[in-house]
């Protein structure tokens, strides 16, 4: 298994969203942030943040990333990320015809996405 991922290091891209808190002229708002963080590199793209994802929002987010000039996920072949249903079937969708295949983490696995949960970490 360890020798499989290596091959396949910098083929690899994981994704995760985290909460931010922060106070703006209406008070204390909720902002979403999704990022991308290629494992080979530990590269961070954050992809975008919105006080409310809406699937409108993660279809132009898709369309960004799988971009044929200049998308992250340009030479990547995998996607990893938890349940979360922000990752909507049109997203994937997109990621899918562009060649990327999207592995889904079970329910309650942080670890499988450890150096995404460690750079929220970081962050936070």
Known sequence: MA?????????IVAADFFAIEAW????L???????????????VEIAGIASSPI???MNQIGRNLTD???GLLKGKR???HDRD???TAEFLSLLGEAGVAWVKLPPCSPN????????VRTIK
Do not use: C, M
Not at 3 to 11: A, M
């Open 3 to 11: 020798t499989n991922l290596t091959q396949h290091w910098d083929l």
């Open 24 to 27: 703006t002229r209406r008070g």
């Open 29 to 43: 708002q909720r902002f979403f942030l999704l990022f991308f963080l290629e494992l080979s590199t530990r590269k």
């Open 55 to 57: 699937g409108l929002w």
């Open 68 to 70: 044929a000039v200049d």
């Open 78 to 80: 995998y996607l990893i």
């Open 85 to 87: 249903p922000l990752f």
């Open 112 to 119: 499988l996405n450890a150096h995404a949960q460690r750079f």
